[in-house]
């Protein structure tokens, strides 16, 4: 089974960095998909940004300019860095991957989710 470890969460203040990493591990044989969602209290799920197999990306318009999605595919990695953090920011980010396991065929799967919380 493929689990994904996320880390890189936390309080920041208004303004500030934080960089998650989330990162693939179980017998993966390619990953087509990596992509950021977050949930905030009472909130649907939303995602915040992907990348696909060719580094294509794409970003909610909320967090277009200051979040950064990349990959890191020796390592099955795929970052998200986040500047310029706003309290509208904060929620549960979790991480989605999607591919082929070298077994069982397609996989996808979700980390367990790490708190990212931007006070005023």
């Known amino acids: 089974q493929v689990q994904l470890v996320e880390s890189g969460g936390g309080l920041v203040q208004a303004g500030g960095s934080l960089r998650l990493s989330c990162a693939a591990s179980?017998?993966?044989?390619?990953?087509?998909?990596m992509a950021w969602y977050r949930q905030a209290p009472g909130k649907q799920r939303e995602l915040v940004a992907g990348i696909d197999s060719s580094d294509s990306t794409n970003y909610a318009d909320s967090v277009k300019g200051r979040f950064t999605i990349s990959r890191d595919n020796a390592k099955n990695m795929v970052f998200l860095q986040m500047n310029s953090l706003k309290p509208e920011d904060t929620a549960v980010y979790y991480c989605?991957?999607?591919?082929?396991?070298?077994?069982?065929?397609?996989?996808?799967?979700w980390g367990q989710g790490t708190q990212v919380t931007v006070s005023s």
């Open positions: 179980g017998g993966i044989s390619s990953v087509n998909l």
């Open positions: 989605n991957v999607r591919g082929r396991r070298y077994i069982y065929g397609t996989f996808d799967s």
